[in-house]
C-alpha cells in the first residue's frame, strides 16, 4: 500500500524558514518521482517543486531560489526547505507520488504566512 504522510506545517513570518517532511513508502520513493504541490482556496492544486529518483529537480517559478527539495534515501523521506517565506506561499502543501502512472496524495499540511 502507498502511504505518505506529510509534517511540519505551521504558521511562520514573513522572511522566515519552514521544513516540511513526507515519509513514503518504499516502493514509490525508490522509483518513483515525489514531490511537492500546493493549493489555496478557490484556486487549483499547483506544483510547487518535484524530484526524480534519479534525482532530476524541477521548481516552480514562484519558488526558484528559495525552497529546496531533497531526499533522504535511507528513511524514505522527502523534505522541502523554504526559506524566504511569504504570505503569498501561504496554502494547503500536499506530498504528491507517481507510481507508473498513478497519482498518490498526502493528506496536506498547512503553511500560513501572514501579511
Known amino acids: 500500500q502507498v502511504q505518505l504522510v506529510e509534517s511540519g506545517g505551521g504558521l511562520v513570518q514573513p522572511g522566515e524558514s519552514l521544513r516540511l517532511s513526507c515519509a513514503a513508502s518504499?516502493?514509490?520513493?525508490?522509483?518513483?518521482?515525489i514531490g511537492w504541490y500546493r493549493q489555496v482556496p478557490g484556486k487549483e492544486r499547483e506544483l510547487v517543486a518535484t524530484?526524480?529518483?534519479?534525482?532530476?529537480?524541477n521548481y516552480a517559478d514562484s519558488v526558484r531560489g528559495r525552497f529546496t527539495i531533497s531526499r533522504d534515501n535511507a528513511k524514505n523521506t522527502l523534505y522541502l526547505q523554504m526559506n524566504s517565506l511569504k504570505p503569498e506561499d501561504t496554502a494547503v502543501y500536499y506530498c504528491n507520488g507517481n507510481l507508473f502512472g498513478t497519482l498518490y496524495w498526502g493528506q496536506g499540511t498547512q503553511v500560513t504566512v501572514p501579511s
Open positions: 524530484i526524480t529518483s534519479r534525482g532530476s529537480l
Open positions: 518504499g516502493l514509490l520513493f525508490r522509483i518513483g518521482t
